[in-house]
């Protein structure tokens, strides 16, 4: 007798995925022969299966070395075609765009993860058309704060020369959101390959553009925002055709879906957003105290150092799950293990890289973005030191969401929010792209020891409480 399934908000349970029959059921009262021949299809299932991962493993590494170059080389660009107050410009608006989609995938991207993999049939695709509503709708309320802030430009509000920028974006900032969405979906159903083939058109056709625009003399902050937002547009038409069946909207289930949504994810969307404001506002507050020209410059700076994010994010993506299994597997023993020794490893390639960045990382930016960004080789530095600290504390913190302490990282955050608003803005005031570095790196040592203390004091109780037990 196949065992129920809680049908999810409403969906018919015939659209969700049934409970596989178990090996002791599928295996009763069976010849020995037919035994075996399972026995050996099961074998190589598993063995196609850990192909299957190792591969999607590599295509998710790849799809994020292309996202990552292409917003890299897109800022190299525009730093050495035009002036320092242009780039300045086009990263404040990048910085709202890091924020938007941080908080669009804490809303709606996270929840749709997890319920998302569990239907099929119409039930997905049902589930799937409320996705994209919501997408719709949050949209729409981007875009209106977006007008506000060009509006509120026009008297005086914000650095000089943004409130052209804000028009621009409002025109493009939905098609790049829904960049993001699709890349995320993606993701959710398991389709990396499909994801690196759309960030690969979309990257070739942004950068080929920018170069283009840069050879002629024509490229300015809002005309490469116009162009990044047509490619984005026709990347996302031509996957709605090509996945059009796989979404139904339907405004009633919608509404039912977002009550969903927001119970599981309204800590993680809280989360989220201390954590986006935290780490972007601070070209903002360099914009506001110094001008768009000293932005640039922290630009310049934070570009060089996340210059091997894609590597780092490679690995984070790999030791996620690792410390799930340990944990599901051996206990908080094992994950404690586990945490620490991988602690160390990814240490030591990331100190190599701090420790290149802090010799030659003022002539990097020298090489790259031109000599115009030169001479802030402090500012690197103090960035630099902050990649094994964060490095670092990516394993505690997936370490604390394997035990189910995820809440504490929304006060973390809240945290690192308050710093920024407090000794970050006067650092900012009285040392610029130097300030920002600092109050950066203050922000995260002190949620970082927090995070590590937290899981060394968790994990030594429960130790010590299975040694009593035994």
Not at 391 to 402: D, K, N, P, Y
């Amino acid at each position: 007798m196949q065992a129920e399934v809680e049908p999810l908000n409403g969906h018919s349970n015939y659209d969700v995925a049934p409970d596989l029959p178990t090996k002791e059921a599928s295996t009763f009262a069976m010849p020995h022969t037919l035994r075996r021949s399972l026995d050996r299809l099961v074998f190589l299932r598993r063995a196609l299966s850990a192909e299957r991962g190792l591969s999607q493993g590599m295509y998710s590494v790849a799809d994020q070395g292309v996202a990552s170059v292409t917003n890299f080389v897109s800022g190299v660009i525009l730093a050495r075609a035009t002036s320092k107050q242009e780039f300045g410009l086009y990263m404040l608006a990048f910085s709202l765009i890091l924020i938007v989609t941080d908080v669009q995938t804490s809303l709606i991207a996270t929840p749709y993860m997890v319920y998302g993999p569990r239907l099929k049939g119409r039930a997905s695709a049902l589930y799937s058309g409320s996705t994209l509503i919501h997408q719709a709708v949050f949209s729409v309320f981007v875009m209106f704060a977006i007008a506000v802030g060009g509006f509120l430009t026009r008297f005086g509000w914000g650095p000089s020369g943004i409130g052209p920028v804000l028009w621009v974006l409002l025109g493009v900032i939905s098609l790049i959101m829904f960049r993001e969405f699709v890349r995320r979906m993606c993701f959710a159903r398991l389709r990396v390959r499909s994801a690196l083939i759309f960030d690969a058109g979309i990257g070739a056709a942004q950068v080929g553009g920018l170069l283009i625009l840069a050879h002629f003399g024509l490229l300015t902050t809002n005309r490469a925002y116009w162009l990044i937002g047509a490619a984005c547009g026709v990347g996302g038409v031509c996957w709605m055709w090509v996945n059009r069946a796989s979404y139904y909207p339907r405004w009633r289930d919608a509404i039912s879906d977002l009550k969903l949504n927001w119970t599981f994810g309204k800590w993680v969307f809280a989360s989220g957003l201390l954590w986006a404001a935290s780490t972007n506002l601070y070209p903002w507050l360099i914009a506001s105290f110094h001008g768009t020209a000293a932005a640039g410059v922290y630009a310049a700076c934070a570009g060089v150092v996340a210059a091997g994010n894609p590597a780092l994010l490679g690995i984070q993506n790999f030791v996620g799950p690792k410390i799930a299994h340990a944990y599901a597997s051996g206990g908080p023993h094992a994950l404690r293990k586990l945490t620490l020794r991988i602690s160390g490893v990814i240490a030591l390639p990331v100190l190599v890289l701090t420790l290149v960045l802090v010799i030659w990382g003022d002539r990097l930016v020298g090489m790259l973005y031109g000599s115009q960004y030169m001479g802030n080789g402090l500012a690197i530095s103090v960035l630099a030191f902050n990649l094994p600290i964060v490095a670092i504390a990516f394993t505690f913190s997936r370490a604390l969401f394997a035990i189910e302490r995820a809440d504490i990282d929304f006060w973390l955050n809240l945290i690192a929010l308050l710093m920024m608003a407090t000794a970050g803005i006067w650092l900012v005031r009285s040392y610029g792209p130097l300030g920002a570095a600092l109050g950066t790196i203050g922000a995260t040592i002190i949620p970082s020891c927090a995070r590590v203390a937290v899981f060394l004091r968790a994990t030594a109780q429960s130790r010590v409480q299975t040694q009593e037990s035994v």
